[in-house]
């Protein structure tokens, strides 16, 4: 399934939720006998109407890493350096508005109520460090709210979309 | 170490789409924000466990986000801030110092965003409760009935004062304040002056955390 198909369908679940984290993930190759990982850069995320902006920030970025930091650690993997781990992960983030109408309704006037979200997005990649192919992804959308305490929120997000993620195999 | 170090890599992830929107977002500030009454949101992100204790000192310098050319107006606004910036954390025990000694600075920038906001159509119905609901649920439409089952879908443009601290000594960014309201046209009796000022304080009354 397509990364853009993948998100329009988890965007379409999750627009009838509060404020829960919709996840999914894809396992894209074999994570057997890769123990090491190391970051990589952290590309803007410009999918289905998500963009970064000031949230992701250096701030979000270390905040996203430490999570990873101890989700993979949990597994049983450990960090090593760029050029000799056994994946890269990468991650990005980003928001958008919604306007969630009845019906799906478009336009500028709309048939009952209507009412304004605002979503984020964070992806996960884990790459091969040789091939750069992606051999795990992983994604999750929510409803940002305005007094929402971002730490939690996106320490939750990480925990959660890592759910699935398979401990280190010899 | 300079300022100029600690937001390098911030600089070189800039897009020029951005930096653009920097520039737009202060050109429209001196333009529109003439007259604020839309509601103004502030909040903060930071990193746990960053030690901002007033006992520190600080100064505030130029963002990187900023157009280096500032018309006449923009400066004289991105002034306002600077000034009750340093007013705001003064007054909470913070100790101004020169840019190359202090162990925080701070750094304003605006930005502007397309935003959508929806209004019940009740309004045209008889009723005069109009409901403007930003990012928030509208209330359920119990009792409407033809016409007054529609509800206008609105643009606005969306100004956002944003204040970077930074960290000298972790040569990090350690808090993210902003404060977002909308645009209006001009004719408010809130001068640009005045809305400026006032979303540095609202920003700066979550500092520290």
């Excluded at chain 2, 107006?73 to 100790?95: D, F, P, S």
Aim: glycine share 8%; charged share 20%.
């Amino acid at each position: 399934m397509r990364w853009s198909g993948c998100l329009t369908l988890l965007v379409a679940l999750g627009c009838g939720s509060a404020s829960a984290v919709n996840t999914q993930h894809e396992a894209m190759g074999t994570l057997t006998g890769r123990a090491t990982y190391a970051f990589s850069d952290t590309p803007g995320l410009q999918e289905q109407g998500f963009t970064t902006g000031h949230l992701f920030n250096p701030i979000m970025q270390r905040r996203i890493r430490d999570a990873l930091s101890k989700e993979l650690e949990a597994r049983g993997y450990v960090p090593g350096p760029a050029d000799s781990a056994s994946m890269l992960v990468t991650f990005s983030a980003g928001s958008r508005q919604d306007v969630v109408t009845q019906g799906d309704q478009k336009g500028p006037i709309v048939q009952g109520t209507a009412y304004t979200i605002d979503r984020g997005a964070l992806v996960l990649h884990f790459l091969d460090p040789q091939s750069k192919a992606v051999i795990w992804r992983g994604w999750g959308d929510g409803v940002l709210k305005a007094d929402d305490d971002l730490d939690q929120k996106v320490r939750a997000a990480v925990h959660q979309i890592m759910a699935p993620f398979p401990a280190k195999t010899s | 170490m300079t300022f100029k170090h600690l937001t390098h890599s911030r600089i070189a992830r800039s897009t020029p789409r951005q930096l653009l929107s920097t520039a737009s977002a202060l050109a429209g500030l001196v333009v529109a924000w003439g007259c604020g009454t839309a509601p103004m949101h502030a909040a903060a992100d930071w990193e746990r466990g960053a030690n901002l204790e007033p006992s520190k000192t600080f100064a505030v310098a130029r963002s990187p986000f900023l157009p280096k050319e500032l018309t006449t107006e923009q400066a004289a606004l991105l002034a306002i801030v600077e000034n009750t910036t340093k007013n705001e954390l003064t007054k909470k025990g913070y100790h101004e110092a020169a840019a190359d000694q202090a162990d925080l600075i701070a750094t304003p920038s605006f930005i502007k965003r397309k935003r959508s906001d929806t209004v019940d159509a009740s309004l045209y119905c008889g009723s005069y409760d109009v409901k403007v609901t930003q990012g928030t649920l509208a209330p359920p439409a119990t009792a409407l009935q033809g016409t007054c089952e529609e509800t206008y879908i609105t643009q606005y443009d969306e100004g956002t004062l944003l204040i970077d601290m930074y960290d000298t000594k972790l040569s990090e960014l350690v808090w993210h304040g902003w404060a977002s309201a909308e645009m209006p046209q001009a004719g408010s009796s809130v001068t640009p002056q005045q809305f400026v000022e006032r979303a540095t304080v609202d920003i700066l009354n979550k500092f520290p955390p």
